[in-house]
């Protein structure tokens, strides 16, 4: 099979200092040269590995460009031995430029999401894998150049009403899909970007948390000790999430090593931002009968998995009458909404705690506490 190379033809240097790259091979005795749409400088150029160098998604995207011209290339070398197929550089040229038929967009995303996994925390490939398992479910032979605005749109309704998805849901759907569009867009796939027009529908988000009394009576039911096994492991473990303000992901990864002066030092799963959590005293007992004399290690080492989880704490909450759609993630709007009304509204501090990037995430705490708000100023009623 005729070896496939790729070269920057210095000699084409803009003024910026880029030069364009090209795949090189030989058919016939002729040489093909493919344009790789990408245009680098001399710096930038690993000349013997043929790739981009240097690390971050820029620079990812760009060698995932030249890994899939590789790829398309050889896809045709490979079908014409398998064939029989005599090429020569026109014929070779008719097959790159016609559209390929793993045009389906389904096929060229999984391919994408496999190419870039390592990149990817396991909850984003997760999420990434169910949205595109729900458009297969729904147009499995799906092409990138039917992806349309019109298309979006109806896409939108299906979800809506044929799944009972909530807004909020149906937007990240629709962000997965952009993602891999985006991606066939900087691979030269498709041209036009139906997402200029189509605008994913917003939804405010939906907080659950628990009230301060409907806490006390699920720490009440705690010390009882009457629940059975299961059901009080998996209230300790959402009382510790609600004690620390942390995320169910984050605290399943927590190291005995990271609880340092009676603090929890750790990063953010989600947005990589380093958090400091004083421990309170209910938080700092619950630590040490789950440190069990231990040193080292994992500090939680057996839990169900997050949906037997969700399902035990409704279970749980039910036997106090408490009826709210509680989940892990209930424990950490807990811990912040208790947090903001017991600290007069400090915000900065909360946002630091919950390891928000933007103040502005966690606004969304003052907002809920509305009624709080109204409640302190109708104090000067009938003042006037």
């Known amino acids: 099979m005729a070896k496939i190379s790729i070269k920057r033809r210095n000699e084409s240097e803009r003024a910026d200092g880029c030069a364009p790259l090209y795949a090189v091979l030989n058919i016939e005795r002729e040489k093909i040269r493919v344009p790789v749409d990408l245009a680098v400088t001399v710096t930038e150029w690993d000349a013997v590995a043929e790739r981009v160098k240097g690390r971050g998604q820029e620079v990812k995207d760009k060698n995932l460009i030249i890994s899939n011209v590789r790829a398309k290339?050889?896809?045709?070398?490979?079908?014409?031995?398998?064939?029989?197929?005599?090429?020569?550089?026109?014929?070779?040229?008719?097959?790159?430029?016609?559209?390929?038929?793993?045009?389906?967009?389904?096929?060229?995303?999984?391919?994408?999401?496999?190419?870039?996994?390592?990149?990817?925390?396991?909850?984003?490939?997760?999420?990434?894998?169910?949205?595109?398992?729900?458009?297969?479910?729904y147009r499995p032979d799906l092409y990138l150049h039917e992806i349309t605005p019109e298309f979006l749109r109806t896409y939108a309704v299906y979800l809506r009403d044929k799944l009972g998805n909530s807004p909020g849901t149906i937007?990240?759907?629709?962000?997965?899909?952009?993602?891999?569009?985006?991606?066939a867009m900087r691979a030269g796939l498709?041209?036009?970007?139906?997402?200029?027009?189509?605008?994913?529908?917003r939804a405010e988000p939906v907080v659950v948390f628990l009230t301060e009394e409907e806490f006390t009576a699920l720490l009440d039911l705690y010390k009882s000790d009457r629940l059975p096994d299961n059901e009080q492991d998996v209230l300790r473990f959402w009382l510790f999430m609600a004690f620390t303000g942390m995320h169910i992901t984050d605290a399943r990864?927590?190291?005995?090593?990271?609880?340092v002066g009676g603090e929890i030092h750790?990063?953010?799963?989600?947005?990589?931002t380093k958090v400091i959590m004083p421990l309170s005293g209910p938080a700092a007992k619950l630590v040490e009968y789950y440190k069990a004399g231990r040193r080292r290690g994992n500090l939680f080492v057996t839990l169900p998995t997050d949906q037997a989880f969700n399902r035990v704490i409704k279970r749980v909450c039910q036997r106090v009458d408490i009826l709210k759609p509680v989940s892990a993630k209930a424990a950490r709007h807990t811990f912040a909404t208790l947090y903001y009304k017991k600290n007069g509204g400090d915000l900065g501090t909360l946002s630091k705690l919950l390891g928000h990037t933007s103040i502005t995430t966690t606004m969304i705490y003052a907002h809920i506490m509305k009624e709080n708000r109204v409640a302190g100023v109708s104090a000067f009623d009938g003042m006037l």
């Not at 750790?266 to 990589?272: E, L, M, W």
């Open 171 to 183: 937007r990240k759907n629709m962000c997965v899909l952009r993602v891999y569009y985006y991606a």
């Open 266 to 272: 750790y990063t953010r799963i989600k947005t990589r």
């Open 190 to 201: 498709v041209h036009r970007n139906p997402f200029d027009t189509y605008k994913a529908p």
């Open 253 to 259: 990864l927590l190291q005995i090593e990271q609880i």
């Open 73 to 137: 290339i050889s896809d045709i070398l490979v079908r014409a031995r398998l064939t029989g197929e005599q090429l020569t550089k026109a014929s070779f040229l008719a097959l790159y430029r016609r559209p390929p038929e793993d045009g389906q967009f389904i096929r060229y995303a999984r391919r994408h999401l496999d190419a870039t996994r390592d990149a990817l925390q396991w909850e984003t490939q997760r999420h990434h894998a169910a949205a595109l398992k729900k458009l297969e479910d």
